[in-house]
T-cell receptor
Framework: NAGVTQTPKFQVLKTGQSMTLQCAQDMNHEYMSWYRQDPGMGLRLIHYSVGAGITDQGEVPNGYNVSRSTTEDFPLRLLSAAPSQTSVYFC???????????FGPGTRLTVL | SQQGEEDPQALSIQEGENATMNCSYKTSINNLQWYRQNSGRGLVHLILIRSNEREKHSGRLRVTLDTSKKSSSLLITASRAADTASYFCATDENTGFQKLVFGTGTRLLVSP
């Protein structure tokens, strides 16, 4: 099993550009989530999904969109990148929020 | 908002010593989880303790939970240089929302 995979590993964007961060898991997990990690801030939840077709907002959803058309994939879209979105983004999956989360390796995003 | 707050923010010890990290939180929880993050990598689940449990062990790890004080501690015994990492607590809030809330982490440095 590959576990949780994320692409790309690194990305540089210009302000105003859009892009999609990909996340996939092969463990048949229902629960998936996106976090951003900034220095001294820990991990903050952006969006999460409890199953295909069901998504909800986390702590810091503004500027990001998600969709969940399949159990395996949970892409995160940046609509119009801003320097404040420079961060490391982690995707995670689990059997449910009450269980251990499996994290991907992260995507390091820089917005100029 | 951050639910868990770890203390201390940074800890430096020698190999063989014990390391204790504390986590405080604000609301009622279903469970509390501890994760480890090596520099530049994703988070790895260490241990989960449910709200009706007071203590849990896993190898050299010991976790306690005091729901009356809304606090938890992670003890790493006989530390090794390989334990050098950041450690995060995460709370599964008992609010009906399906989300984990992470603290800001403790950076542990174990010197040979």
């Amino acid at each position: 099993n590959a576990g949780v995979t994320q692409t790309p590993k690194f990305q540089v964007l210009k302000t105003g550009q859009s892009m999609t961060l990909q996340c996939a898991q092969d463990m048949n997990h229902e629960y998936m989530s996106w976090y951003r990690q900034d220095p001294g801030m820990g991990l903050r939840l952006i969006h999460y999904s409890v199953g295909a077709g069901i998504t909800d907002q986390g702590e810091v959803p503004n500027g990001y969109n998600v969709s969940r058309s399949t159990t395996e994939d949970f892409p995160l879209r940046l609509l119009s990148a801003a320097p404040s979105q420079t961060s490391v983004y982690f995707c995670a999956s689990s059997q449910g929020v009450h269980n251990e989360q499996f994290f991907g390796p992260g995507t390091r995003l820089t917005v100029l | 908002s951050q639910q868990g707050e770890e203390d201390p923010q940074a800890l430096s010890i020698q190999e063989g010593e014990n390391a204790t990290m504390n986590c405080s939180y604000k609301t009622s929880i279903n469970n509390l989880q501890w994760y480890r993050q090596n520099s530049g990598r994703g988070l790895v689940h260490l241990i989960l303790i449910r709200s009706n449990e007071r203590e849990k062990h896993s190898g050299r790890l010991r976790v306690t939970l005091d729901t009356s004080k809304k606090s938890s501690s992670l003890l790493i015994t006989a530390s090794r240089a390989a334990d050098t990492a950041s450690y995060f607590c995460a709370t599964d809030e008992n609010t009906g929302f399906q989300k984990l809330v992470f603290g800001t982490g403790t950076r542990l440095l174990v010197s040979p």
